[in-house]
């Protein structure tokens, strides 16, 4: 993996992790920003503007890539290199809750 890409991703703003972690299933915009809403209460809500530049920026970086074209709607899935970025976002955050409770993330 590219240090550059690394270096840019990791870590990733809360939106960019939700839009790489729902493309794990291809899907279009409006659909991962549905299911974030649904996964985070409401909590996270992500604009249109942040979604399709977030979606061009990962796109043209190789994270994710299109799927097809659904009713005039973009499908777009990640790729290996965004499975590795989104693998080492999990870790730096399971990492950061083990530390919260006190627990050594070696052990």
């Given at each position: 993996m590219e240090d550059k890409i690394r270096r840019i991703y990791v870590p990733m703003t809360e939106s960019g992790f939700y839009i790489l972690f729902c493309l794990q299933k291809p899907q279009h915009g409006y659909g991962i920003s549905q299911q974030v809403k649904k996964m985070t209460?409401?909590?996270v809500c992500i604009s249109a503007g942040t979604m399709y530049g977030t979606?061009?920026?990962m796109e043209k970086d190789g994270l994710i890539c299109f799927y097809r074209e659904e009713d005039?709607?973009?499908l777009y899935q990640?790729?290996?290199l965004g499975r590795?970025?989104?693998s080492l976002e999990i870790?730096?955050?399971e990492r950061l809750y083990q530390n919260s409770r006190g627990e050594d993330a070696n052990e």
């Open positions: 209460g409401g909590a979606l061009s920026k005039k709607r973009k990640i790729t290996e590795e970025i989104l870790k730096r955050i």
